[in-house]
């Protein structure tokens, strides 16, 4: 119960952050909230670019299962970096010629994410409901009598997984507003480095960034492979490298006087 109740918070929790960084800083800084709308538009049709490609790629190189998990963990890295940040390159380049300064790259790098955040923690907040009553329901089997064989098995590989997250620490169920704000901090500051670029017009910056995303994203797969390696250790390096990235090359930015 107390997991199930935390996930809500959790949820909510997640929902407000960007909700809040939007309104506090596009009223600070007198930005136009549109900003923050169209990036994370772009942003999840190059997310789920990303996620087909990655999806596919077990099916394109059927050898692709046998490799090592850090074998896997860079390809993914890489696929998922490459799609991202050169997605944000392009919509940036081609989409919105205008954002070329720090606080309005501050922004649309909120978005980019932060419009997905902000759908899924709706999602998350309503889903704890579906996922307490799949966790305290006793006979699948009877409580959803018209399910085939193939659909029983998927609820009851669900329902313990669920069961199985309840058991386990109670903080677990603020993973996901970690990951959040991992990827605003982290998305806010390449969004940093590939304006940076673009007002040097050099593309070294956002292979630089294309890099960057790549690490962390193969980061994050390994540690979900491996039981050695908790994910709530790279979402927190992840808000570490993030805030770093903002700081840094918001002063290079500014040395600029952009």
Same mark, same amino acid.
């Given at each position: 119960?107390?997991?199930?109740?935390?996930?809500?918070?959790?949820?909510?929790?997640?929902?407000?952050?960007?909700?809040?960084?939007?309104?506090?800083?596009?009223?600070?800084?007198?930005?136009?909230?549109?900003?923050?709308?169209?990036? &994370?538009?772009?942003?999840?049709?190059?997310?789920?670019?990303?996620?087909?490609?990655?999806?596919?790629?077990? &099916? =394109?190189? !059927?050898? /692709?299962?046998? %490799?090592?998990?850090?074998?896997?963990?860079? *390809?993914?890295?890489?696929?998922? &970096?490459?799609?991202?940040?050169?997605?944000?390159?392009?919509?940036?380049?081609?989409?919105? !010629?205008?954002?070329?300064?720090?606080?309005?790259?501050?922004? %649309?790098?909120?978005?980019?994410?932060?419009?997905? *955040?902000?759908?899924?923690?709706?999602?998350?907040?309503?889903?704890?409901?579906?996922?307490?009553?799949?966790?305290?329901?006793?006979?699948?089997?009877?409580?959803?009598?018209?399910?085939?064989?193939?659909?029983?098995?998927?609820?009851?590989?669900?329902?313990?997984?669920?069961?199985?997250?309840?058991?386990?620490?109670?903080?677990?169920?603020?993973?996901?507003?970690?990951?959040?704000? =991992?990827?605003?901090?982290?998305?806010?500051?390449?969004?940093?480095?590939?304006?940076?670029?673009?007002?040097?017009?050099?593309?070294?910056?956002?292979?630089?960034?294309?890099?960057?995303?790549?690490?962390?994203?193969?980061?994050?797969?390994?540690?979900?492979?491996?039981?050695?390696?908790?994910?709530?250790?790279? %979402?927190?390096?992840?808000?570490?490298?993030?805030? /770093?990235?903002?700081?840094?090359?918001?002063?290079?930015?500014?040395?600029?006087?952009?």
């Amino acid at each position: 119960m107390l997991f199930f109740g935390l996930s809500f918070v959790a949820a909510l929790l997640t929902l407000i952050i960007p909700v809040w960084m939007l309104r506090f800083f596009s009223g600070k800084w007198q930005l136009d909230r549109k900003i923050f709308w169209r990036s &994370g538009m772009a942003g999840i049709v190059v997310s789920l670019l990303t996620f087909g490609v990655s999806l596919n790629i077990d &099916g =394109a190189f !059927p050898a /692709f299962d046998k %490799f090592p998990v850090i074998v896997q963990a860079l *390809i993914l890295g890489f696929t998922s &970096g490459l799609f991202m940040e050169l997605g944000k390159f392009l919509v940036l380049d081609r989409m919105m !010629p205008a954002i070329r300064k720090r606080k309005n790259g501050l922004l %649309f790098g909120m978005g980019w994410s932060g419009v997905a *955040i902000i759908l899924m923690s709706i999602v998350l907040a309503f889903g704890v409901f579906g996922m307490q009553d799949l966790a305290n329901t006793k006979d699948l089997a009877s409580a959803v009598p018209n399910a085939n064989s193939e659909q029983l098995n998927f609820l009851q590989e669900s329902q313990k997984q669920i069961q199985e997250l309840a058991a386990g620490s109670p903080l677990k169920a603020f993973t996901p507003l970690l990951e959040s704000a =991992a990827t605003l901090l982290v998305d806010m500051g390449l969004t940093l480095l590939i304006i940076l670029g673009l007002n040097k017009k050099q593309t070294r910056h956002t292979w630089l960034a294309v890099g960057v995303r790549a690490i962390l994203s193969a980061g994050v797969f390994y540690a979900s492979q491996v039981d050695s390696m908790p994910v709530e250790i790279i %979402f927190a390096i992840w808000v570490l490298i993030g805030a /770093f990235l903002i700081f840094y090359f918001q002063k290079r930015l500014q040395a600029m006087k952009v």
